[in-house]
């Protein structure tokens, strides 16, 4: 059975914490769906080597249909925390039980959405502060898993993170 994992994207995203997550998890079977602010945008990252294009729009997305949520870093997050839609889907997500990867940037939406009371977990090292003012306790790991939530600090941490996603997420079956 093909597992489907959603991609939180918008404009000004990392390029290697999109592009490498989404190449990795597609190529072991899953169906990647990008989840913006509107359907069809067309998707770039900070440095412009490359581009995506939304399949959904945030208030179309069901948490019930994925089983893994990744948010990658950059000036992505800091667009989408703001949308009602983008803070109930990673809600509703949590409350399942979903698997949240969130990188660099990432936590910042967990933040405006409620979710990091009690949790432990990393991020940029430059919003630690929201971190800790969401109510989670920030550590300096290239990787760290609490419960569903699997967060990374950089690109540097990518190879970590992608191999937690795809050991939580598992290899699609055919």
């Keep these: 059975m093909v597992k489907k994992v959603a991609f939180l994207l918008a404009d000004g995203y990392e390029d290697s914490e999109m592009k490498n997550p989404y190449e990795a998890l597609t190529q072991n079977g899953n169906e990647v769906v990008i989840i913006s ?35 990658p870093g950059g000036k992505s997050p800091s667009v989408l925390l703001e949308n009602e839609h983008v803070r109930s889907f990673v809600q509703k997500a949590d409350q399942a039980g979903t698997t949240i990867a969130a990188i660099c940037h990432g936590p910042q939406i967990l933040a405006k959405a409620g979710l990091l009371q009690g949790r432990t977990l990393t991020s ?35 190879p970590a993170f992608i191999q937690e996603i795809i050991d939580r997420v598992g290899v699609a079956a055919y």
């Design 124 to 158: 940029y090292p430059g919003i630690a502060d929201e971190v800790r003012e969401a109510g989670g306790t920030f550590v300096d790991k290239e990787v760290v898993v609490d419960g569903n939530l699997i967060t990374s600090r950089t690109p540097a941490d990518e």
């Design 37 to 71: 602010l509107d359907k069809g945008a067309v998707l770039n990252g900070k440095k412009g080597t490359i581009s995506y294009t939304s399949h959904l729009a945030a208030e179309e997305a069901d948490a019930g249909d994925y089983v893994a949520i990744v948010i």
